[in-house]
């Protein structure tokens, strides 16, 4: 099967969003274990992705090229990722939706082959067309050996231990709730702990660091790798919209314990944008050993049945039906 896939909105928020990554796996994934060949549809000066195997296509100043690029490649599905469908084609098209479905957005979606959506956020009883595709972790995450943590805390925390942070698409205010909070534990703790900041967060983050109280003991790691996670004592999932939480599943599949507000197992809780909470919950990572190995024992359990192989199984039963 050959398929064209709109990356154009994958390409706004750039490689380190989690979805852009999460689509992409699954577009690997799916040439590994069905033989599936892409087209990868982007925007001229776009944001340049990490593309598996394929033929890229540019759109060059047109709104809707597709039915041309379509026509072009002789493509035997459009996979659209924004929630909308191509327009002047017959070929059948599958759609991922940002949000959750209703029957508004169904209706668009009434000539789609079949419709896809993240996690668990629709109900199959009621939408029977919707798939629910789970998210995973990243591939390649692993838990690291003590010497590969070592080896990862010399090269990010000058040797010390840290809490992680993914920042990529994290509002600013987020951010700076969370320095506030790292400022209360360094205060109250007097501990040599660090804080690594990974992603291309807000542009204002750096600026803001200058002036922070505690710059020395915090590494801002623009260019993501695999290892930060895994070398963390703990990590602190910041709210952001749309996420999928993958960042939450990289850390239990790391074997790394996790604070945040959102409701889910597996994790210490704190209200949203509290920094005074989410100081006691470093403070509580970072006295409480017990705390700290049964979060991180209760996550791996939860994480075992997550996999990237699942969640391409799930696409290919939506878009492989009905050839």
Same mark, same amino acid.
């Given at each position: 099967?050959?398929?064209?896939?709109?990356?154009?909105?994958?390409?706004?928020?750039?490689?380190?969003?989690?979805?852009?990554?999460?689509?992409?796996?699954?577009?690997? +994934?799916?040439?590994?274990? *069905?033989?599936?060949?892409? =087209?990868?549809?982007?925007?001229?000066?776009?944001?340049?992705?990490?593309?598996? /195997?394929?033929?890229?296509?540019?759109?060059?100043?047109?709104?809707?090229?597709?039915?041309?690029?379509?026509?072009?490649?002789?493509? $035997?599905? =459009?996979?659209?990722? $924004?929630?909308?469908?191509?327009?002047?084609?017959?070929?059948?098209?599958?759609?991922?939706?940002?949000?959750? /479905?209703?029957?508004?957005?169904?209706? &668009?979606?009434?000539?789609?082959?079949?419709? @896809?959506?993240? +996690?668990? #956020?629709?109900?199959?009883?009621?939408?029977?067309?919707?798939?629910?595709?789970?998210?995973?972790?990243? *591939?390649?995450?692993?838990?690291?050996?003590?010497?590969?943590? *070592?080896?990862? #805390?010399?090269?990010?925390? $000058?040797?010390?231990?840290? %809490?992680?942070?993914? =920042?990529?698409?994290?509002?600013?205010?987020?951010?700076?709730? @969370?320095? &506030?909070? %790292?400022?209360? %534990?360094?205060?109250?703790?007097?501990?040599?702990? &660090?804080?690594?900041?990974?992603? *291309?967060?807000?542009?204002?983050?750096?600026?803001?660091?200058?002036?922070?109280?505690?710059?020395?003991?915090?590494?801002?790691?623009? &260019?993501?790798?695999?290892?930060?996670?895994?070398?963390?004592?703990?990590?602190?999932? @910041?709210?952001?919209?749309?996420? @999928?939480?993958?960042?939450?599943?990289? /850390?239990?599949?790391?074997?790394?314990?996790?604070?945040?507000?959102?409701?889910?197992?597996?994790?210490?809780?704190?209200?949203?944008?509290?920094?005074?909470?989410?100081?006691?919950?470093?403070?509580?990572?970072?006295?409480?050993?017990?705390?700290?190995?049964?979060?991180?024992?209760?996550?791996?359990?939860?994480?075992?049945?997550?996999?990237?192989?699942?969640?391409?199984?799930?696409?290919?039963?939506? =878009?492989?039906?009905?050839?």
């Amino acid at each position: 099967m050959l398929i064209l896939l709109d990356c154009r909105p994958l390409q706004r928020p750039g490689p380190d969003s989690e979805k852009t990554r999460f689509l992409l796996s699954c577009a690997a +994934g799916l040439t590994a274990q *069905e033989g599936v060949h892409w =087209i990868f549809l982007l925007d001229q000066g776009g944001r340049a992705l990490s593309l598996p /195997a394929g033929e890229k296509a540019t759109a060059r100043k047109v709104l809707w090229p597709v039915a041309r690029i379509v026509r072009k490649y002789h493509a $035997d599905l =459009i996979m659209m990722t $924004d929630g909308r469908l191509a327009g002047g084609t017959k070929v059948p098209q599958c759609c991922w939706i940002p949000g959750k /479905a209703d029957d508004k957005v169904l209706e &668009k979606m009434g000539a789609a082959r079949a419709v @896809l959506c993240f +996690g668990d #956020k629709t109900n199959k009883e009621v939408f029977p067309g919707v798939f629910t595709v789970p998210p995973a972790p990243d *591939e390649g995450i692993t838990p690291l050996s003590m010497e590969a943590r *070592e080896a990862v #805390k010399g090269r990010v925390a $000058d040797g010390k231990e840290y %809490f992680y942070t993914d =920042i990529a698409g994290a509002p600013q205010s987020g951010v700076i709730n @969370l320095l &506030k909070a %790292f400022s209360l %534990f360094k205060k109250r703790q007097l501990s040599n702990m &660090k804080l690594v900041l990974g992603g *291309e967060g807000d542009p204002g983050i750096a600026e803001k660091l200058d002036s922070y109280k505690y710059r020395q003991d915090v590494s801002l790691v623009p &260019k993501v790798e695999g290892d930060l996670i895994g070398g963390a004592y703990g990590a602190i999932s @910041l709210e952001r919209r749309g996420s @999928l939480g993958i960042d939450v599943l990289n /850390a239990w599949k790391a074997r790394v314990p996790v604070i945040t507000a959102a409701d889910r197992e597996g994790v210490l809780r704190v209200p949203a944008d509290d920094p005074a909470s989410l100081a006691d919950g470093l403070k509580s990572l970072y006295k409480d050993e017990s705390l700290r190995n049964g979060l991180i024992e209760k996550a791996a359990l939860i994480v075992a049945d997550l996999s990237l192989r699942q969640s391409v199984t799930t696409i290919w039963d939506a =878009i492989g039906r009905n050839q």
